[in-house]
């Protein structure tokens, strides 16, 4: 294992002066069959200075729908669930006008439920936040579009406790976490043992969509909401996961250091991990809209000269998971990144985030220079 070696791989995506933007903290991990590498820069938190280390945690965000679609596709494994199974049959009239859209639909994020929306901002979510998503007008017909829906992957994690008789977060656990021995993905806040990436100042970032109608119009009046307005530490950062579902929930809500991370990877690409079939694993790879397999997206990369596909998700934090499979010689790949892009002084607008996807890829693109310097051309 290298800790060394990487550092100006994670060093090179913190501010500087012609990228003010910039994550403040970084940990990024790469691993290329059996070689580890490991490195950390910058710091936790922009008053306090404490230098970001490899143990550190962050709220993974969207990656969190990497343990949904995970813990959906061992139940099918285990017969107690199908990719074509509708969500009437799953949920029955609950499901409404929704009631037609498959498991396969949600993954695919094409059932047609919208992108986002504040729940915690309607009076029938404090008690049924899935049934006030369900109640929502859709974005589109079913199977027409891809609408990428924080929505439906909530929906997957009412699926997940009908077919396993068990809340959500024991469901992942059993299904997911302990078969991959992912002992440092936690729901809703981080271990306790561990150092956290800081988080963005409060719910400032959702109350501005709300107040703009930015990139989602909702109509909703946020004047009176209790809305964060101090620092997110050691909590979810997103509005729904933290105000309607409690922490965690199907397409948000979990924390997790780079370990914890490699492991989800693997689970990606390695058939056995969790159980997960070949027949099934091969449908992760299946795109039908640009980028989106089964509740995953696939990329394109460029590893020691040779362009390979890579299956990962990124998270709104500023987080990444990656993994491609072992090809022609060659071995698996894996990725993990940690970077907490809504944290900084001043805070970062939603307008002036760096893009995940361009975080990761510069990372990828580093690490390839530092580590394979002949094949990838320097």
């Not at 107690?80 to 509708?86: H, I, R």
């Not at 949600?106 to 979510?125: D, F, K, M, V």
């Not at 058939?271 to 992760?284: F, L, P």
Request: proline residues 6%; charged residues 20%; aromatic residues 6%.
């Amino acid at each position: 294992m290298s800790e060394a070696l990487l550092d100006p791989a994670a060093s090179g995506l913190l501010p500087d002066a012609e990228s003010l933007n910039g994550p403040p903290g970084v940990v990024l991990a790469i691993a290329d069959g059996e070689h580890l590498s490991l490195a950390a820069a910058g710091v936790e938190d922009v008053d306090s200075g404490v230098f970001v280390t490899t143990a550190h945690t962050q709220d993974i965000a969207s990656v969190s729908k990497v343990l949904t679609t995970l813990a959906v596709l061992e139940l099918i494994r285990r017969g107690g669930l199908t990719l074509d199974a509708s969500l009437g049959r799953v949920l029955g009239m609950r499901s409404g006008r929704y009631s037609d859209a498959t498991v396969e639909d949600l993954l695919r994020h094409r059932a047609g439920l919208r992108q986002w929306w504040p729940l915690y901002l309607e009076s029938t979510a404090a008690d049924d936040p899935i049934g006030t998503a369900l109640a929502l007008s859709p974005c589109a017909p079913r199977d027409v579009e891809r609408c990428y829906s924080d929505l439906g992957m909530m929906v997957l994690g009412e699926v997940i406790e009908r077919i396993s008789g068990t809340p959500f977060v024991a469901a992942v656990t059993e299904l997911v976490l302990a078969p991959v021995g992912a002992v440092t993905v936690t729901p809703g806040h981080p271990a306790e043992h561990l150092p956290a990436l800081s988080g963005p100042e409060g719910d400032a970032i959702e109350r501005e969509m709300v107040r703009s109608g930015e990139p989602y119009p909702v109509g909703l009046n946020g004047a009176e909401f209790a809305w964060r307005t101090t620092r997110v530490i050691r909590d979810t950062a997103d509005g729904n996961a933290f105000h309607a579902f409690g922490g965690t929930a199907g397409h948000a809500g979990w924390f997790s250091d780079v370990s914890g991370l490699l492991r989800l990877a693997s689970a990606l690409t390695k058939t056995g991990m969790t159980g997960v079939d070949s027949a099934t694993r091969r449908a992760m790879w299946t795109t039908r809209d640009s980028g989106q397999g089964l509740g995953v997206r696939r990329y394109s990369i460029m590893w020691r000269g040779k362009r390979r596909d890579l299956l990962g998700h990124p998270g709104f934090t500023g987080a990444f998971v990656g993994a491609s499979p072992a090809v022609a010689g060659e071995p698996e790949l894996r990725m993990a990144l940690l970077a907490n892009r809504l944290h900084g002084a001043p805070p970062p607008s939603r307008h002036r985030l760096v893009a995940v996807d361009a975080l990761w890829r510069r990372a990828l693109s580093a690490a390839d220079s530092i580590l394979n310097p002949i094949t990838s051309g320097n």
